[in-house]
């Protein structure tokens, strides 16, 4: 009996091996037409001189300069070279730890004057539990949505959050254990099962998770949050509840979009999202039309404008955003790349998503600019040394050229160390782990629209006379760009800036003067800035042992000054005698009008909107 038992073991065990090579055998297969045959000679060597130019010397990360074109390559980096490296860094675990829910409102402390002009609610989203029974996420992106609303109303705040009840949150709560995998926690099998069934749970497809952390978007007149995988929830913005979950799939050939969607005055929405198909990946354009008679709700009526092929289709590039002007959508692919093959394969090789993520500094990064009236793909090639952009603060058109600002990273490194382990360290450890951080820095491109072959060699093709700059058509024909720094020097030492927002409702896709970021002085923000892009001059907001969160825009009602308004950030602390607050600065001034302590813990969140009465 023993003997059978065994045998049929083996065979259940040999089929399902079988089974696993055959579908790993035809998956290989299936890639192997979208992966790149070797060159015989370097990347950057067969792009021309320009590329060649800009190559690194693996030994050193030193560039070497072509003497044809040495007036239009950027200098070594002054953020790599001064970056600022605080000591004794303030420990910030207390503000990556879980917290528990406020679902009815709660009258917050007033101090100093909150206007009465502003009625609305700041929506904030962002991890708010990161364990479940005994297990503990790894990383801070896998925390479970927990959903923020300060309601202003006439000078008075209340607060209140709400858990998102996505089926990620509610299956973990009724297991009291990890069950859904996360960015950087791989779901372990149920300890319930057999040994065999544990086994074999290995060789289940990942199924993508709905805990959707990062943002509000806003689809024909309705909130949703989201994150950047196939499903977001609609959610009510005057209470909080969760409402219904909405799959992508079911509208547009997409396995996702970003939860940074661009916005035009009449409710029409851009997106962009992944698609992973029988012929490779593809990078798509994604329409959503605002609210119609004959288009239903939820995404009905979304269409996918063009599809843009990645340069590898078996690993296209990360990205987190993307840029729109009054025509154009301006696409970065940039050298972080998505391995689908380890993507696909991590639950098997028990590896959680992240670490099919990698940097791969030897490729440059690429523009794209599509028509986004006609979905027309220019055919102009821009690019630039390797750096990677989570946000875009804003882009505009003049004379013939795309104008693009956004923070830059000359490392592609940052996901992977933002795990709670690093987080939550103290003393010399946390002071290396931030050390080890790139640092994201404002920079402008500038990208000239009309090259031709007749257009000449080696001439700087940027036509602005308020930006340093430059766009060189190359031998290869290639725009290589340098860019511009849209800060002062010294501005190291405010750690960089992130988390970036101008006056969105006025100036997205306009030519503009100022943008709002965080400071990050420590793995968190640290301080608000104001930046003049014209002077380069800024104004800081900043208080000691106070980390504010992404700060958010709202105009005076009829306001005709870009600066005429208030910035909004919600402030948390790690001291235990510090309540959290909200934040209410004179955006012009940048001088502090008023706060709104809440009385119960706040966790350090992501993104949010505001949302006007």
């Given at each position: 009996?023993?003997?059978?038992?065994?045998?049929?073991?083996?065979?259940?065990?040999?089929?399902?091996?079988?089974?696993?090579?055959?579908?790993?055998?035809?998956?290989?297969?299936?890639?192997?037409?979208?992966?790149?045959?070797?060159?015989?000679?370097?990347?950057?060597?067969?792009?021309?001189?320009?590329?060649?130019?800009?190559?690194?010397?693996?030994?050193?990360?030193?560039?070497?300069?072509?003497?044809?074109?040495?007036?239009?390559?950027?200098?070594?980096?002054?953020?790599?070279?001064?970056?600022?490296?605080?000591?004794?860094?303030?420990?910030?675990?207390?503000?990556?730890?879980?917290?528990?829910?406020?679902?009815?409102?709660?009258?917050?402390?007033?101090?100093?004057?909150?206007?009465?002009?502003?009625?609305?609610?700041?929506?904030?989203?962002?991890?708010?539990?990161?364990?479940?029974?005994?297990?503990?996420?790894?990383?801070?992106?896998?925390?479970?949505?927990?959903?923020?609303?300060?309601?202003?109303?006439?000078?008075?705040?209340?607060?209140?959050?709400?858990?998102?009840?996505?089926?990620?949150?509610?299956?973990?709560?009724?297991?009291?254990?990890?069950?859904?995998?996360?960015?950087?926690?791989?779901?372990?099998?149920?300890?319930?099962?057999?040994?065999?069934?544990?086994?074999?749970?290995?060789?289940?497809?990942?199924?993508?998770?709905?805990?959707?952390?990062?943002?509000?978007?806003?689809?024909?007149?309705?909130?949703?949050?989201?994150?950047?995988?196939?499903?977001?929830?609609?959610?009510?913005?005057?209470?909080?509840?969760?409402?219904?979950?909405?799959?992508?799939?079911?509208?547009?050939?997409?396995?996702?979009?970003?939860?940074?969607?661009?916005?035009?005055?009449?409710?029409?929405?851009?997106?962009?999202?992944?698609?992973?198909?029988?012929?490779?990946?593809?990078?798509?354009?994604?329409?959503?039309?605002?609210?119609?008679?004959?288009?239903?709700?939820?995404?009905?009526?979304?269409?996918?404008?063009?599809?843009?092929?990645?340069?590898?289709?078996?690993?296209?590039?990360?990205?987190?955003?993307?840029?729109?002007?009054?025509?154009?959508?301006?696409?970065?692919?940039?050298?972080?790349?998505?391995?689908?093959?380890?993507?696909?394969?991590?639950?098997?090789?028990?590896?959680?998503?992240?670490?099919?993520?990698?940097?791969?500094?030897?490729?440059?990064?690429?523009?794209?600019?599509?028509?986004?009236?006609?979905?027309?793909?220019?055919?102009?090639?821009?690019?630039?040394?390797?750096?990677?952009?989570?946000?875009?603060?804003?882009?505009?058109?003049?004379?013939?050229?795309?104008?693009?600002?956004?923070?830059?990273?000359?490392?592609?490194?940052?996901?992977?160390?933002?795990?709670?382990?690093?987080?939550?360290?103290?003393?010399?450890?946390?002071?290396?782990?931030?050390?080890?951080?790139?640092?994201?820095?404002?920079?402008?491109?500038?990208?000239?629209?009309?090259?031709?072959?007749?257009?000449?060699?080696?001439?700087?093709?940027?036509?602005?006379?308020?930006?340093?700059?430059?766009?060189?058509?190359?031998?290869?024909?290639?725009?290589?760009?340098?860019?511009?720094?849209?800060?002062?020097?010294?501005?190291?030492?405010?750690?960089?800036?992130?988390?970036?927002?101008?006056?969105?409702?006025?100036?997205?896709?306009?030519?503009?003067?100022?943008?709002?970021?965080?400071?990050?002085?420590?793995?968190?923000?640290?301080?608000?800035?104001?930046?003049?892009?014209?002077?380069?001059?800024?104004?800081?907001?900043?208080?000691?042992?106070?980390?504010?969160?992404?700060?958010?825009?709202?105009?005076v009602p009829n306001a005709t000054a870009e600066d005429s308004g208030v910035i909004l950030s919600v402030v948390v602390s790690p001291a235990e005698d510090q309540s959290a607050f909200l934040l209410v600065l004179d955006a012009e001034t940048f001088q502090e009008l008023g706060r709104a302590e809440v009385g119960v813990p706040v966790p350090y969140g992501f993104h949010g909107v505001f949302s006007a009465h």
């Open positions: 009996m023993l003997s059978a038992r065994r045998n049929m073991f083996a065979k259940i065990l040999l089929s399902a091996t079988s089974l696993l090579l055959a579908h790993l055998l035809h998956f290989l297969c299936s890639l192997m037409q979208f992966i790149p045959e070797r060159k015989s000679v370097p990347e950057a060597l067969a792009m021309g001189n320009q590329a060649a130019a800009w190559s690194k010397e693996p030994s050193t990360g030193t560039s070497r300069h072509s003497p044809g074109f040495k007036h239009y390559l950027p200098s070594p980096s002054r953020e790599q070279t001064l970056c600022h490296r605080p000591q004794g860094l303030q420990c910030i675990s207390p503000l990556v730890q879980s917290v528990e829910e406020t679902p009815e409102p709660i009258p917050a402390k007033i101090k100093g004057h909150i206007p009465k002009w502003i009625n609305g609610n700041l929506l904030r989203n962002g991890p708010g539990k990161f364990e479940f029974g005994n297990d503990k996420f790894n990383h801070w992106f896998d925390g479970m949505a927990l959903l923020h609303q300060f309601q202003l109303a006439h000078g008075t705040v209340t607060y209140r959050s709400r858990f998102l009840q996505s089926s990620s949150y509610l299956r973990n709560s009724q297991h009291s254990r990890i069950v859904a995998s996360e960015f950087g926690t791989l779901a372990m099998p149920d300890p319930c099962k057999s040994l065999f069934g544990r086994f074999l749970s290995r060789f289940e497809p990942p199924q993508p998770s709905d805990n959707c952390n990062v943002n509000y978007v806003l689809y024909k007149g309705d909130y949703y949050v989201s994150s950047e995988n196939i499903c977001m929830h609609k959610v009510d913005p005057e209470t909080l509840e969760t409402k219904e979950k909405v799959d992508w799939s079911k509208f547009i050939a997409v396995n996702g979009a970003t939860a940074h969607p661009h916005y035009e005055s009449d409710g029409t929405t851009y997106n962009m999202g992944n698609s992973y198909g029988k012929h490779g990946s593809s990078y798509n354009i994604i329409r959503v039309p605002p609210q119609e008679s004959g288009h239903g709700d939820t995404l009905e009526g979304a269409k996918v404008l063009c599809s843009i092929p990645p340069r590898n289709r078996a690993k296209p590039s990360y990205y987190h955003s993307f840029g729109m002007t009054e025509n154009y959508i301006i696409f970065i692919e940039q050298p972080l790349k998505l391995n689908l093959l380890k993507i696909i394969t991590s639950k098997l090789c028990g590896k959680a998503i992240y670490d099919g993520i990698s940097w791969e500094p030897q490729h440059n990064t690429y523009f794209h600019v599509v028509n986004k009236h006609t979905g027309e793909v220019l055919p102009g090639s821009w690019c630039s040394q390797p750096f990677v952009s989570f946000h875009q603060i804003n882009a505009f058109e003049e004379r013939g050229c795309v104008v693009l600002d956004l923070c830059c990273q000359d490392e592609g490194t940052s996901l992977a160390l933002y795990t709670l382990q690093n987080l939550r360290r103290s003393g010399q450890g946390l002071d290396q782990v931030y050390a080890s951080v790139p640092r994201a820095f404002p920079r402008r491109f500038v990208l000239p629209l009309d090259v031709g072959s007749d257009t000449p060699v080696g001439k700087n093709l940027n036509p602005l006379p308020y930006t340093q700059a430059k766009a060189v058509k190359g031998a290869d024909g290639k725009v290589w760009c340098t860019h511009e720094n849209l800060h002062p020097e010294g501005f190291e030492k405010v750690g960089g800036l992130e988390f970036p927002q101008i006056n969105y409702s006025g100036y997205n896709g306009r030519r503009y003067r100022y943008f709002y970021g965080c400071g990050f002085g420590h793995l968190l923000g640290d301080s608000l800035i104001k930046v003049d892009v014209e002077t380069k001059n800024f104004k800081i907001w900043q208080e000691e042992g106070c980390y504010p969160s992404e700060p958010v825009f709202v105009p």
